[in-house]
């Protein structure tokens, strides 16, 4: 048995077989060239020896990696969510994901020039700041898929979420609740911010509601969704859209832990449909991305630029859903609404 500090080699085979590396190499990949009891020997050793084959150094000896390039930010809830989608459908098309992180303190070019040193074969880039010139710049190397963001370039295929629709089926649900005095938390610069704010704005002129529109400034984060609670808290509205699932936790906490009753004081609507909005204790009404039909459209996307086969339009836009949970519900009635009790005799 190797040591497990050390990969098991064919050499390795070999040697405990007691054949040579090019017959080996003929077994492990299972072509012509050995006996039979040579072939069921050299299979009991590499077996015994736990030798798994070097399929990426095969690939890069024959010029391909059948790498796929994804840069995604540690910071989002939904991006994690996103990469399981992605490795279902890289998988079925016959190629593998090497990812590359986005963290605070280390940014999407870093992220992108790293993955640019791993012979990928294409990249798939979730949101980022990155300049028209410089997907540009990329795409001139190596096809790029670029999602939950907007791309007008002819070599950049684009996939996203249809955003502002999601954000009228948001205020949709709401008014449909009786909700008038909606307000929006939107996501400051984020990629499918502007989208979401302006299908909010859009649905309450469209309900009649144009004098409740209320835009308070937030972001990706929990910690913007808790500061724009704070902004709320002098004039509470009976319902609030948030720009995503994590920023409304933050959200959640702040007016909980002011005496707000959620769904009774004031009705939380996320966006994305997370994992963490399905946890029991936050049970968040959210708009929920078609992860399986997105990460499939980007994958499909990518190994048809890498194949020079045509796969339709350039950009993919995915219809959202509405997914009611435990956040929302009807507003209270006004006070003076309530009838008075009646006197006792």
């Known amino acids: 048995m190797q040591s497990a500090e050390r990969r098991t080699t064919l050499a390795d085979v070999a040697a405990e077989a007691g054949v040579s590396v090019a017959l080996v190499s003929i077994v492990m990949r299972g072509a012509p060239g050995a006996g039979a009891a040579t072939r069921e020997r050299v299979l009991e050793v590499a077996r015994r020896l736990g030798y798994q084959p070097d399929s990426r150094a095969r690939l890069l000896r024959s010029g391909r990696s059948r790498l796929l390039g994804v840069v995604f930010d540690v910071r989002h809830p939904f ?40 012979r990928c074969e294409a990249l798939v880039l979730f949101g980022g700041q990155l300049r028209a010139s410089e997907l540009a710049s990329i795409a001139a190397r190596l096809p790029v898929v670029a999602m939950m963001r907007a791309a007008r370039r002819r070599d950049v295929d684009v996939v996203h979420n ?18 008038r005095r909606i307000a929006h938390v939107d996501g400051g610069e984020w990629h499918g911010s502007a989208e979401r704010r302006a299908g909010y704005q859009e649905a ?28 709320l808290l002098g004039d509470p509205p009976t319902a609030v859209t948030v720009f995503n699932d994590l920023s409304a ?25 997370t994992g963490l909005s399905r946890l029991a204790h936050i049970d968040l009404t959210t708009i929920g991305q078609d992860i399986d039909t997105m990460a499939a459209g980007a994958i499909e996307r990518a190994v048809a630029r ?3 086969t045509p796969v339709g339009p350039r950009e993919m836009v995915v219809p959202p859903r509405l997914m009611v949970r435990g956040t929302t519900g009807a507003p209270r009635p006004a006070p003076s609404a309530v009838a008075p009790a009646s006197k006792q005799p």
Not at 80 to 100: E, I, P, R, V
């Open 79 to 118: 991006h994690h969510d996103l990469l399981t989608g992605l490795y279902d459908a890289a998988g079925k098309a016959g190629y593998q994901l090497t990812l590359s992180a986005v963290t605070p303190r280390r940014g999407e070019r870093t992220a992108v020039g790293d993955l640019l040193q791993d």
């Open 162 to 179: 249809d955003d502002a629709l999601g954000s009228h089926q948001a205020v949709d649900h709401l008014v449909g609740l009786g909700h």
């Open 204 to 231: 309450m002129r469209r309900h009649g509601l144009a004098e409740h529109i209320r835009v308070v400034s937030g972001g990706a984060g929990e910690e913007d969704g808790a500061r724009a609670a704070e902004r």
């Open 249 to 273: 936790t933050g959200l959640l906490d702040v007016l909980r832990r002011n005496g707000l009753g959620v769904p009774g004081d004031i009705s939380v609507v996320g966006y994305d449909d």
């Open 306 to 308: 890498i194949e020079g």
